[in-house]
């Protein structure tokens, strides 16, 4: 009993940082019908970030509240400005071409990330892991038993974050002015700005705050798992891609349900049925949910009017 | 001959949500008729349409084609039972040529006509499709005559549509009107037995108008089709068709010859406006 | 006739690349340098391995050109990058010997590339040294490959041994890592060896390397209630594991193999790490003179204390580079026949003497890790 | 604006009808005899153009699906894996297996063909399993589907013994020398062209091109859709097992989602739907990396630079990615061939030279 | 390459000027689509642009709205240059465009849509009066206010389009052939409407293929052939020219 509850707390613990990650793609596959792949490489470089200024500030990062927010502001800004640089360059010249020339773009610069991240040239960090600065002193915060379930501080601030991201977020698209213009220039852009709306603008700060967003979500992460490293953004970038669309991409509380549900599977896969299995569970799972539901959970497949 | 019609919708209602865009609507289709389906916007033409290809799935009633039940068959078995339509919107293979646009609606006639929902039926079918592949692949006599054969068919098809100097222009590349004749064109290409066109005049002017109303008469004519137009323009419907039915919110409201829908209270009450009386009335 | 190409058999024909004009390819080898040739994974997930490889090799080239180089030549390596996958490493190693035309090649960690590197190096006929890939099949591959660390099925061995009888453990949970053949041949030999010295394997849990997040394996295993925990697995995972074990409330010790040893381990594991073992194949603790000046150099010039696969490189290209100086000529066949009789090389990580099967019979140590350095053990021997 | 040229009258065929389907095939095998013998004797460009070869495969294979049909496939590496595997272990089993009545080279090449078609054949059930879904998915949700289907692929090889697990399969025979990949090379192509120009062909642009007027047309799309797959991924597992008989070895890493991240790549910078341009995109990404190699040795092996360029070719490919993409956004040749595009290019380079 | 000789019918009502296209150019890839097209709208009046298919109607009000960068001319539009506005920029100055295909949102409800059209107003109070206004105009778009707008049948969907633009509150409504499948009815009551509107004081530039309604309604027209005006004058002249008459009313 306590084991199935200490599998669910961490089920969840990793679900949200999925979800984090996931609410990144589904905002700009939202806006641009593009499947950024380099998004969570784009985190990865907001962790290398949040990692220098932690080390810069040095012992004054850990712990403290000021530290805390700069190191993810830091990142998070840091971040927005290179989602900002990424689109202007890599996505935006090519808006107006057929969809699948984004992709690729998105792909060379996940590689050039990645691999660039790798070299151990200059300021860049080399490949091997670094352990991350515990900026968030682990404490537990819930003890059930005799340490039978331990609940910590970083995994509640985590799942309250994405909680209220996700809320912020639903509000942001679906309640304000700016979401309005995000889901019209979502359908079509050339059409949004006859109606006066700025589609560069709106587009460019989706990107910014997806990338400051992952920014965000990495340092959780990172946090979490206490370990950077320059491929850590292509395997949480994909869980969580797989994690959108079990939600339906373009869906924000989707995204989020689809991250834990998926971040659940992994776990109960792992802990009671192989853990050898678990990629091919969370798949066959994903699979399994497109072929019931074409659309993910909450998704709709639009519908077309002939 | 009085066979069993081409077409027959019995009794079809189709439903979206609460909206009932279709209720109850019969009709009947031989060869050699000129019908048109008319109606206000929404009224559930076009859904009337989607229904008779099988596009949408009939809440209730039955479709036939020749006496064969198509409820639930996907739209290219139904096409190749003889119904082809062209779309509203202009759905053309915008990146083929003029040619290839018609060569890939000819090609479907050459493929099984293989309806028996059987096992032994389906992986016959299958069989024959992959072995078509090969064919293909290894360029076999009999194929290369079959291509021949379809260039040709779709070749006449063009020159008979005006179109044979944009045989090999890409279909987005061409003007407007010259985009209808093609869709006409390409659904000419299935050897239909009912053809089914959908506004085929919008955006067209006057001129073309008068054009294209001599073309229709002479396609039923020489390919002895039954035809339903679907059509806005109340010169060319009342022009050619020899019958009209009129959809209201999905309702018949009216069917019969010109002259005597246009005096119907209830079709000019939701329809036509009194103004169109008043200007046309008077003219036949 | 003559090719400019080593013959495949590599038996007869092949003169020294040493005087003899390369065809007309326009060879880089010139007289005045010998080239020698590393494939090693330099990006991808297992790039922290191969660098340190080729760390420790550009060490030992130096060392041997500052003291006059080989035959009055100079040294020099050329690396190549293998993305760690199998069909790059073949590709690069076929570049090396048919453009680059170099003497001896020096293979990689993953043993899966050093197995496909092994195979072309076998068939052209150059002599390959893999620095550390334990895996048996390796030098299987043909008498021209040559390995100087132990091997797999010993060192799985060893940690049983170390497990069963010093630390007197009777239960133990195994976690590996189901990406990397070098973890799961870690894995079964333990879990034989300690079955057939008493003890029992409560449960094999499994990651995959690159994964951050261990904890549903590890509250599996903690349900076990085992002694200790087997991580046959590389220090990059390793460190966070240990942290998380800690964290789900597992404190037995925590064991592993040589892919532990990396500083990194330390600043991975944290204190968490305090208080485990791992076989190696040498200790930074060991006094000896040569040992502390390579820690030392090593130090100078990339910071940091080496791992074990710094010092296996380094005494991978010193054993090259010794039996270069001991071959009468730069053949294929003249090097390799003064590879395969080294013995009793004095490598800093172990003396090396290549056994018939071109295997390197080696004792094992075993450290216990604690507050950022490890603690010589015991060393046992085969 | 150009004259469309009128068909010119049928006038007696050159070839007979009955040679046209089998000439190509005549015609390639003195010309691969005669490249084998050209290149006995030279490793590396062997091995070189045996990689570039099993790319062209992937790439035009892929292309089949990707460009022609307008389906979104990214897991093409999965069935490479089922190939690859398949035929390898295959050979693996008839290693010592001999043909007593042929020659033992030959006996060996017919097991090896064996062996490859049983991959390619393997691989085209699975494509046709994966083909299914296209029933019901559209666009990136069946994308999705592909991609996952590569990665439960690269799961199940890693966890069955009789595959290797993590090593993979080593001592698999050498079979496949460059002639017999681009034997297969030359015969994707040729069966890639014949489809295209095919009524199949048509019928498969069409649906890429506008799926409901397609099947109102008469084309049965899901159809078409699973033999697409089916046939594409039948290419990709041949070239899976060639790919296992020329590489010594291998094993699950060679086929992750990055690879076939990179099939894709080839298949949009050589312009979705075009063969020439797949084949073309394929050589030039084959020998990108090989060429930076080339130009980084000038810099000698000294110094820690010199000692890094490796490192520096992944994150330059990277960007060369982009740099290409945005220059050249509809592909090499759009979804047109090289020999559409190329008379286009040279008159407007004469002309603008007079 | 020349600008092409206008043939000028009858004397123009006299407006303020509110948007003047001088000799501008069109290029899709190699495809030059205008070669030089020059009109004028004054304030408060109604021109309209007739044409066969492919002439460039579009691509003329693709480009005075800012979807299209003119290669070559200039535009001026209350008086600023605005050729090298983006049509953003130009929504604010007063101009609305209801494009060719309608261009609503397919997946917005129809409400939503007619709240984008709002989208730069700020006076809520104001926006809901107009919203009723419109919903009088056109009674269906009430009843179908939550509907996805991508299911409404064609002529519901050019009606919302055109009810959108007027929402913008605009100076200049630039309509593309807004007649394009609608029922004879609905047709009238557009144009009703249109007239209305500009009585009101909205200046249209009006693309219509029924030249008879268009002509009818406008007060001034340009006919445009292969990308160059070809022929001008008030609506009635246009109408009863005989090129018109024999090249677009078929007679
Ligand atoms: N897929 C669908 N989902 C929901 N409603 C639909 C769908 N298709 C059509 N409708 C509704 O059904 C009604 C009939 O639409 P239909 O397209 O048949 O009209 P129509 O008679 O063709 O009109 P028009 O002349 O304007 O084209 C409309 O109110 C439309 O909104
Ligand atoms: N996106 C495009 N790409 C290429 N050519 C185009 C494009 N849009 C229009 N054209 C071409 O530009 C020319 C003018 O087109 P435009 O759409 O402006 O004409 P139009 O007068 O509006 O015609 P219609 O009555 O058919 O709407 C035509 O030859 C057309 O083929
Ligand atoms: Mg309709
Ligand atoms: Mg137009």
Redesign the interface.
């Known amino acids: 009993m306590a084991q199935l509850l200490q599998h669910l707390i961490n089920g969840l613990a990793a679900g949200t940082i999925y979800a984090l990650v996931a609410l990144g793609y589904t905002m700009v596959y939202g806006v641009l019908k593009l499947i950024n792949f380099a998004h969570g490489d784009v985190m990865m470089v907001g962790v290398y970030m949040g990692y220098a200024t932690a080390f810069a500030m040095g012992r004054e990062a850990r712990g403290s509240l000021l530290g805390i927010a700069a190191v993810f502001a830091v990142a998070m800004l840091g971040c927005a400005l290179l989602g900002f640089l990424i689109e202007r360059f890599a996505y935006r010249p090519l808006r107006e071409k057929p969809r699948l020339t984004a992709l690729i773009t998105a792909i060379g610069i996940s590689f050039a990330l990645s691999y660039g991240f790798q070299l151990d040239i200059g300021f860049l960090p080399g490949a091997s892991p670094r352990a991350f600065p515990e900026i968030i002193e682990p404490t537990e915060w819930l003890i059930i038993g005799d340490r039978d379930v331990v609940v910590w501080n970083w995994q509640v601030i985590s799942f309250l974050i994405a909680v209220g991201l996700m809320v912020g977020l639903q509000y942001l698209v679906f309640g304000t002015r700016f979401g309005q213009a995000m889901r019209a220039v979502s359908w079509d852009h050339r059409v949004a700005a006859l109606m006066g709306i700025p589609t560069d603008r709106v587009i460019a700060l989706t990107f910014m705050l997806s990338s400051g967003l992952a920014a965000g979500a990495g340092l959780l992460y990172a946090i979490k798992d206490t370990s950077v490293s320059p491929l850590m953004g292509l395997y949480v970038g994909l869980k969580a891609f797989v994690a959108a669309v079990i939600g339906g991409i373009g869906h924000v509380p989707g995204a989020v349900i689809g991250a834990l549900v998926l971040g659940l599977v992994e776990e109960f896969v792992v802990g009671y049925a192989a853990s050898s299995w678990r990629d091919a569970v969370a798949f066959g799972f994903l699979i399994l949910v497109l072929l019931v539901k074409p659309g993910g959970l909450f998704g709709r497949v639009a519908a077309e009017k002939v | 001959m009085a066979s069993a019609p081409l077409l027959r919708a019995d009794g079809v209602s189709i439903q979206f949500g609460g909206l009932k865009a279709l209720t109850d609507f019969h009709l009947s289709i031989q060869q050699g008729d000129l019908q048109g389906l008319i109606g206000p916007n929404g009224a559930g033409k076009s859904t009337a349409f989607n229904v008779l290809t099988g596009v949408y799935q009939p809440t209730q009633g039955d479709v036939r084609v020749c006496d064969t039940k198509v409820n639930g068959r996907k739209p290219h078995q139904i096409n190749l039972l003889g119904v082809a339509r062209t779309f509203q919107n202009i759905r053309l293979f915008r990146a083929l040529t003029a040619l290839d646009n018609v060569k890939v609606a000819c090609r479907a006639q050459t493929a099984l006509h293989q309806f028996d929902t059987g096992l032994v039926a389906k992986l016959k079918n299958a069989g024959h499709n992959y072995a078509d592949w090969w064919r293909a692949l290894l360029l076999t006599p009999g194929f290369q005559r079959e291509e021949r054969r379809l260039t040709e068919q779709a070749e006449h098809l063009l020159s008979v549509m005006g179109l044979s100097h944009r045989r090999d222009e890409e279909a987005r590349n061409l003007p407007y009107g010259e985009q209808r004749r093609l869709e006409i064109a390409r659904a000419l290409g299935t050897q239909p037995r009912v053809l089914l066109l959908d506004e085929p005049a919008a955006g067209m002017n006057t001129r073309e108008k008068a054009d294209l109303m001599v073309l229709i008469r002479k396609l039923r004519d020489d390919f002895k089709l039954g035809v339903l137009v679907i059509e806005h323009d109340m010169k060319l419907v009342m022009g050619i068709c020899e019958q009209i039915t009129v959809l209201d919110h999905g309702e018949t409201i009216a069917r019969g010859a010109p002259a005597q829908v246009r005096s119907d209270r209830k079709v000019i009450e939701a329809y036509l406006g009194d103004s169109y009386l008043e200007s046309h009335g008077g003219a036949a | 006739e003559k ?1 400019t ?1 080593p013959t495949p058999s590599g038996e007869a024909g092949t003169q020294a690349a040493q005087g003899q004009p390369a065809g007309t390819g326009g060879t ?1 080898a010139n007289t005045e340098t010998i ?1 020698l040739g590393q494939v090693g994974a ?4 297992q ?2 391995f191969g ?1 340190s490889t ?1 760390n420790g090799i ?1 060490l030992a080239l130096k060392e041997a050109n500052a003291a006059g180089g080989v035959k009055g030549k100079k040294l ?6 293998n ?5 790059e490493a ?2 690069a190693t ?2 090396l ?3 680059d035309k170099v003497v001896l090649i020096l293979g990689d960690v993953a ?2 590339n050093s ?6 190096a076998q068939a ?1 006929g150059v002599p390959m040294i893999t620095p550390s890939s334990t ?1 048996t ?1 390796v030098t299987q591959k043909g008498d021209y490959i040559f390995r100087v660390c132990f091997i797999d099925p010993f060192q799985g061995f060893v940690m049983a041994k170390f497990a069963r009888d010093e630390l007197k453990l009777g239960k133990v949970a195994v976690l590996q ?5 070098y ?3 870690l894995s079964d030999v333990f879990t034989r060896k300690f079955k057939e010295m008493g003890g029992t394997v409560a449960t094999t ?4 390397q ?4 261990y ?3 590890l ?2 295993i ?2 076990t209630q085992p002694d200790g925990i087997y991580v046959p697995g590389y220090y ?1 995972e390793v ?2 594991i240990a ?2 074990a800690r ?3 597992l404190k037995v010790p925590l064991m592993g193999g040589d892919g532990w040893d ?1 500083e ?1 381990l330390f ?2 594991g ?1 204190s968490a790490i305090n208080g485990s073992y791992f076989s190696n194949h040498y200790s930074p603790d060991n006094p000896d003179a040569r040992v502390q000046k390579f820690i030392a150099d090593y130090k100078a010039a990339y910071g940091g204390v080496p791992d074990a696969l710094a010092a296996l490189g380094y005494d991978a290209a010193r054993v090259a580079i010794e039996a270069l100086q001991r071959a009468k000529d730069l053949s294929g066949p003249a090097v390799r026949d003064a590879i395969a009789q080294t013995k009793d090389f004095p490598g800093v990580a172990g003396t090396v003497t290549l056994d018939e099967k071109r295997n390197a019979v080696k004792s094992a140590v075993v450290l216990k890790v604690g507050d950022g350095k490890t603690q010589y053990v015991t060393t046992i021997s085969p | 604006m150009q004259t469309p040229a009128l068909p010119l009258p049928e006038s007696r065929p050159l070839v007979p009808p009955a040679l046209r389907g089998v000439l190509p095939v005549l015609l390639a095998v003195p010309a691969l005899l005669l490249f084998q013998w050209a290149l006995s004797g030279s490793e590396f460009a062997s091995y070189l153009l045996s990689v570039m070869g099993v790319n062209i495969i992937l790439a035009v294979s892929l292309n089949i699906v990707n460009g022609m049909t307008g389906q979104f496939s990214i897991g093409h590496a999965g069935f490479m894996a089922v190939g690859a595997y398949i035929a390898g272990y295959a050979s693996l089993q008839l290693k010592e297996v001999a043909l007593s009545f042929l020659p033992v080279a030959a006996s060996d090449q017919v097991l090896f063909t064996v062996a490859l078609l049983l991959g390619g054949l393997a691989a085209a059930a699975c494509g046709f399993l994966v083909g299914l879904p296209s029933l019901r998915l559209r666009g990136d949700y069946l994308a999705i589907v592909t991609l996952g289907f590569g990665e439960i692929i690269r799961v199940v090889v890693q966890n069955t013994d009789a595959f290797g697990r993590a090593l993979g399969l080593s001592g698999i025979p050498q079979y496949a020398s460059p002639s017999m990949v681009f034997f297969w090379v030359f015969l994707v192509v040729l069966a890639a062209r014949r489809l295209a120009s095919s009524s199949h062909g048509r019928s498969l642009w069409s649906i890429r091109e506008d799926e409901v007027a397609a099947e109102a047309m008469g084309v049965d799309t899901t159809g078409y859709k699973v033999r697409a797959f089916v046939f594409s991924s039948f290419f990709a597992g041949i070239a899976g097992g060639l790919f296992a008989h020329f590489v010594p070895i291998i094993n699950p890493g060679s086929f992750t989602f990055v690879r076939s991240m990179e099939i894709v790549v080839m298949v949009v910078l050589g312009g979705l739907g075009s063969t020439t341009g797949a084949i073309i995109a394929a050589i030039f990404l084959t020998l990108l990396p090989e060429g930076m190699r080339s130009l980084f040795g000038a810099l000698g092996t000294e110094g820690s630079l010199a000692q890094r360029v490796d490192q520096i070719r992944m994150p330059i490919y990277g960007l060369l990615l982009v740099v290409l993409m945005l220059s050249r956004p509809q592909g090499l040749f759009g979804t047109r061939e090289i020999w559409d595009v190329l008379p286009k290019w040279l008159s407007r380079k004469r002309g603008s030279q007079a | 390459m020349s600008e092409a000789q206008v043939k000028t019918l009858g004397e123009r009502q006299a407006f303020a000027p509110l948007l003047a296209v001088d000799g501008i150019k069109v290029h899709y890839g190699a495809i030059q689509a205008l070669k030089g097209v020059s009109l004028t709208v004054g304030k408060g009046e109604m021109v309209a642009l007739i044409g066969a298919n492919g002439a460039g109607k579009t691509s003329t009000l693709r480009a005075v709205s800012g979807m299209l960068k003119a290669s070559a001319g200039r535009i001026q539009f209350s008086g600023q240059d605005t050729t090298s506005l983006k049509a953003h920029q130009l929504v604010p100055r007063g101009m609305a465009h209801a494009p060719e295909g309608r261009g609503i949102f397919p997946n917005l409800s129809v409400l939503e849509n007619l709240e984008l059209g709002a989208y730069l107003r700020r006076d809520t109070a104001e926006i809901r009066a107009d919203m009723e206004k419109n919903f009088a105009l056109f009674p269906v778009l009430k009843e179908r206010r939550g509907q996805m707008a991508g299911t409404l049948s064609g002529g519901e969907q050019q009606m919302l389009a055109i009810a959108r633009a007027l929402l913008s509150r605009p100076q200049l409504l630039l309509l593309d052939e807004p007649s394009l499948g609608l029922a004879p009815q609905v047709t009238e009551t557009i144009f009703r409407t249109l007239r209305d509107v500009n009585k009101a004081g909205v200046s249209v530039l009006l693309v219509e293929q029924n030249a008879h309604l268009a002509l009818n309604s406008a007060h001034y027209g340009y006919v445009l052939e292969t990308g160059e005006v070809v022929m001008a004058g008030p609506g009635k002249a246009l109408l009863e020219s005989a090129e018109v008459r024999r090249a677009y009313l078929g007679e």
């Open positions: 090719k190409q880089p080239l330099l990006t991808g997930g790039a922290t660098i080729r550009e020099a390596v050329k690396v190549y990058d993305q760690s996958k199998p069909e073949a590709q076929t570049r010997i048919t453009q043993s899966s197995l496909a590197m092994a195979e072309k052209a895996n099949t890592d189901n990406k990397s053949a973890s799961i041949d849990e499994s990651y995959s690159g994964d951050t997040d904890r549903a394996q509250t599996a903690k349900k990059s460190g966070v942290r998380q964290e789900v409330g990396s990194k600043e991975l944290g």
